[in-house]
């Protein structure tokens, strides 16, 4: 999934995530068929994220190595005057505002105003005049600098993923000041010099600046999709992001279609026949996230096949799991499953006997699968012995939802058909008490047990991923036939910018 979310510059650090590639990509006639997953951010998403602007801009000029500025020029009665400006770094740099725009079916277009930036160095100058006069000086500089910075982000596609296009880089100059030994220098030599440089020097800053900037914008590319291609792989199962169309761009919002489809060691299961439409989505939260059926029903499949599927209960667990209903009902057929022996000593299995099958619904996820439970009682110093055994299809309608940094899944609903049943106290089978309270101990306690387990696994999967670390505000999961929406706001997590500096500068 593009879970994930990122980071950008500014805007383009999550971008990148939601937008793989530009419409040079070809993807037939029929482009929302293969979609399994969709990325939708809004413009309120773009102008908060561009707030961070500033660091990766201070990042860029800081880091751009400025190469020596050499030149001469002809002087009557002076001859040929050379000069060499060397060791340039800048200082004391700032920005007053950054503006970005999504320009339709076009470019992200991020407006820098008023840089100011002091750039210091060594200035060497000398002067060979008539009589092989020659003279040479080195005197320290400084450059008072006021710069409006423009980019025009375009987005190319290789290999179904994205390379970022921020050549389209634009310096302009308000401010371009020389100030020599803190101007101990005669008025002369400064205006001299001031005139030679200015020119070479405006097409150096922007060279150097524009190239840190693409060079940055490349590798918070690689950056973000690193922690894309994390978030959606645990072990051996992996989210396929690839490119399913090409982007949208639109004054109000950036999606991204992805196939979305499982891989797992030589399982994976193409879609064909998704049911997207851009309709389908609104503009009145930050960020949205639209999964088909098929991609939650591959997740599932995928880890049915890894044995994920299992879950045992011991001691206290067991217990809340069996005392529960009528005392004496409850008494008797406890009695009889664990022939007295205590929970501690007994153990609890319940697992998927077959893929799971998924079905999206307005009232929530519809789960459908054949489950096996066995109880196994560990007499001290013997082998376990299996009092009782059973299959049952079970379908249960789930809702879910994410509040403090948990999800929450919900049974509402659920139907429970035995197909199998092996009781050592009941061989025949025939005593219906033992029956009826294992169904109602698994419709009551039982399936609200695994769910919350299972809810547990994810949350700490996913914090895993760091997601615990992300401001997520007011999110709603929201099942439709055939697909699910995940819509949210969100605080941009300053340190994944942090973590990506540190990394790379």
């Given at each position: 999934m593009c879970w994930a979310g990122r980071m950008m510059l500014g805007t383009f650090r999550i971008l990148l995530v939601l937008v793989h590639a530009s419409a040079a990509c070809g993807f037939g006639l029929f482009p929302y068929g293969a979609t399994g997953i969709v990325c939708r951010m809004t413009k309120p998403a773009a102008l908060l994220l561009n707030q961070e602007?500033?660091?990766?801009?201070?990042?860029?000029?800081?880091?751009?190595k400025f190469p020596n500025i050499t030149g001469e020029r002809s002087m009557r009665l002076l001859g040929k005057v050379a000069y060499a400006l060397t060791n340039i770094q800048v200082n004391d740099l700032s920005i007053e505002k950054s503006e970005v725009e999504l320009k339709e079916d076009s470019a992200i277009h991020i407006g820098i105003k008023n840089v100011t930036a002091l750039f210091k160095g060594t200035l060497t100058y000398g002067y060979a005049g008539a009589w092989f006069l020659q003279l040479f000086h080195s005197v320290d500089f400084e450059i008072e600098s006021s710069i409006d910075l423009m980019?025009?982000?375009?987005l190319m596609c290789q290999k179904d993923q994205v390379v970022p296009d921020a050549s389209d880089c634009y310096l302009t100059f308000h401010k371009l000041t020389l100030h020599l030994q803190g101007d101990k220098q005669p008025g002369w030599l400064k205006q001299l010099f001031t005139d030679f440089i200015s020119f070479t020097l405006k097409l150096v800053l922007k060279r150097e600046v524009c190239k840190e900037i693409n060079g940055l914008t490349q590798m918070l590319t690689n950056f973000v999709l690193d922690?894309?291609?994390?978030?959606?792989?645990?072990?051996?199962?992996?989210?396929?992001?690839?490119?399913?169309?090409?982007?949208?761009?639109?004054a109000s919002y950036v999606e991204s279609h992805h196939k979305g489809f499982v891989l797992y060691k030589n399982y994976s299961?193409?879609?064909?026949?998704?049911?997207?439409?851009?309709?389908?989505?609104?503009?009145?939260?930050?960020?949205?996230?639209?999964l088909s059926e098929h991609s939650l029903s591959s997740l599932a499949s995928a880890a049915f096949l890894d044995g994920r599927l299992m879950l045992t209960l011991r001691g206290e667990k067991l217990q809340v799991l069996?005392?529960?209903?009528?005392?004496?009902e409850q008494r008797k057929a406890v009695q009889m499953i664990f022939q007295g022996t205590s929970y501690n000593d007994s153990v609890a299995q319940v697992w998927s006997l077959s893929h799971p099958q998924i079905s999206l619904q307005p009232e929530g996820t519809v789960v459908k699968s054949?489950?096996?439970?066995?109880?196994?009682?560990?007499?001290?110093?013997?082998?376990?012995?299996?009092?009782?055994y059973m299959e049952k299809e079970i379908t249960v309608t789930i809702q879910a939802a994410y509040a403090e940094n948990k999800l929450i899944l919900q049974p509402v609903d659920s139907s429970i058909e035995i197909k199998v049943f092996k009781c050592t106290a009941d061989p025949s089978g025939n005593d219906p008490s033992i029956q009826n309270f294992l169904q109602n101990m698994i419709s009551v306690v039982g399936i609200?047990?695994?769910?919350?387990?299972?809810?547990?696994?994810?949350?700490?999967l996913m914090n895993s991923k760091r997601l615990n670390l992300f401001d997520i505000i007011n999110p709603e999961i929201i099942t439709r036939k055939g697909y699910v929406i995940v819509q949210l706001?969100?605080?941009?997590?300053?340190?994944?910018?942090?973590?990506?500096?540190?990394k790379y500068l």
């Open positions: 602007t500033a660091q990766v801009i201070q990042a860029a000029f800081r880091n751009a980019l025009n982000i375009k922690l894309a291609a994390n978030f959606v792989r645990d072990k051996d199962i992996i989210v396929d992001l690839s490119l399913a169309s090409d982007p949208v761009i639109k299961s193409v879609l064909s026949d998704s049911v997207f439409s851009p309709s389908l989505l609104t503009e009145s939260r930050m960020l949205y996230f639209w069996f005392e529960m209903g009528d005392p004496e054949l489950v096996a439970v066995e109880v196994s009682i560990l007499p001290a110093g013997e082998e376990p012995l299996v009092s009782l609200p047990e695994v769910t919350s387990s299972i809810g547990s696994a994810l949350t700490s706001d969100f605080g941009f997590p300053s340190h994944v910018l942090l973590n990506f500096l540190e």
